[in-house]
């Protein structure tokens, strides 16, 4: 069964920072894509930045120049480093993966969310 663990997520200063983690585990043959989704209270799931296995970054215009998304193949392991934080990013944040298991089929997985808020 694969899992999506995420990390790093807590409450920062506007103009703070703030890395996420996020590990993929279980028996995994490859991952395509990987990324980073939030959500605000009373707003819909929003992409925020994605990475596929081969670098291809794709970001949101709201965080373009403030966020970096990485990845390490070697851990399956996505972060994103979020500086100049504002309060608008307060959200809850899940890491998402485009995975291959092994002997399966490629599927849509999830993270359980980390809580960021940024206050004023």
């Known amino acids: 069964q694969v899992q999506l663990v995420e990390s790093g997520g807590g409450l920062v200063q506007a103009g703070g920072s703030l890395r996420l983690s996020c590990a993929a585990s279980g028996s995994i043959f490859s991952i395509a894509l990987m990324g980073w989704y939030r959500q605000a209270p009373g707003k819909q799931r929003e992409l925020v930045a994605t990475?596929?296995?081969?670098?291809?970054?794709r970001y949101a215009d709201s965080v373009k120049a403030r966020f970096t998304i990485s990845r390490d193949n070697a851990k399956n392991t996505v972060y994103l480093q979020m500086n100049s934080l504002r309060p608008e990013d307060t959200a809850v944040y899940y890491c998402?993966?485009?995975?291959?298991?092994?002997?399966?089929?490629?599927?849509?997985?999830w993270g359980q969310g980390t809580q960021v808020t940024v206050s004023s």
């Open positions: 990475i596929t296995s081969g670098a291809y970054i």
């Open positions: 998402n993966g485009l995975i291959v298991p092994s002997g399966g089929r490629a599927n849509d997985y």
